[in-house]
T-cell receptor, first 116, second 110 residues
């Protein structure tokens, strides 16, 4: 079974440009999470969805960030306009409906974003 | 003050050593405690899971939770070079919203 699939794996862009990161969760998982990881702050939860509905977006840094989940198999995280301080690795994770383990997340391999 | 504190390391040990990794936390509502392992350029993967206080053992790995001290540990026995990774503690009060530590980088040398 394929894991969580993220694209692109690497993105280098210039300040002010729009960035769109994409995620395909594991089939059958009903929760999807977007995290950002930096050396200084570690893993930070940006937003998570249950059954395609945003539940908590309190971690989204500011209005430049937006996330959508139009269906159970696809989500996007958009940054517009991008700034150098957005440089980080962005992870998507999904969690299964049937999991009895609170906190069992399955992570993708991440999208490494560099904003010049 | 962060809710979860974790020494970033790096921690370097010889092969076969016992490794101790630790986290402290401040939120008394945390009930679920996890350790994730993250290899370089990869996403984190769940390694150990513990509910409330106590110990849990899985092969060479032992997770301990002391809620009275708000302190959790991961022990690795007979460490191997393949254990070289970053270890992240994570915890929650229930549900899937996790608070992660910043991770401890471990290197096991031959």
């Amino acid at each position: 079974d394929a894991g969580v699939i993220q694209s692109p794996r690497h993105e280098v862009t210039e300040m002010g440009q729009e960035v769109t990161l994409r995620c395909k969760p594991i089939s059958g998982h009903n929760s999807l999470f977007w995290y950002r990881q930096t050396m200084m702050r570690g893993l930070e939860l940006l937003i998570y969805f249950n059954n395609n509905v945003p539940i908590d977006d309190s971690g989204m840094p500011e209005d430049r960030f937006s996330a959508k989940m139009p269906n159970a198999s696809f989500s996007t995280l958009k940054i517009q306009p991008s700034e150098p301080r957005d440089s980080a690795v962005y992870f998507c994770a999904s969690s299964p409906r049937t999991s009895q383990l609170s906190g069992e997340l399955f992570f993708g391999e991440g999208s490494r974003l560099t904003v010049l | 003050q962060k809710e979860v504190e974790q020494d970033p390391g790096p921690l370097s040990v010889p092969e076969g050593a016992i490794v101790s990794l630790n986290c402290t936390y401040s939120n008394s509502a945390f009930q679920y405690f996890m350790w994730y392992r993250q290899y370089s350029r990869k996403g984190p993967e769940l390694l150990m899971y513990t509910y409330s206080s106590g110990n849990k053992e899985d092969g060479r790995f032992t997770a301990q939770v002391d809620k009275s001290s708000k302190y959790i540990s991961l022990f690795i026995r007979d460490s191997q070079p393949s254990d070289s990774a970053t270890y992240l503690c994570a915890m929650s009060g229930g549900g899937n919203k996790l608070t992660f530590g910043t991770g401890t980088q471990l290197k096991v040398e031959l």
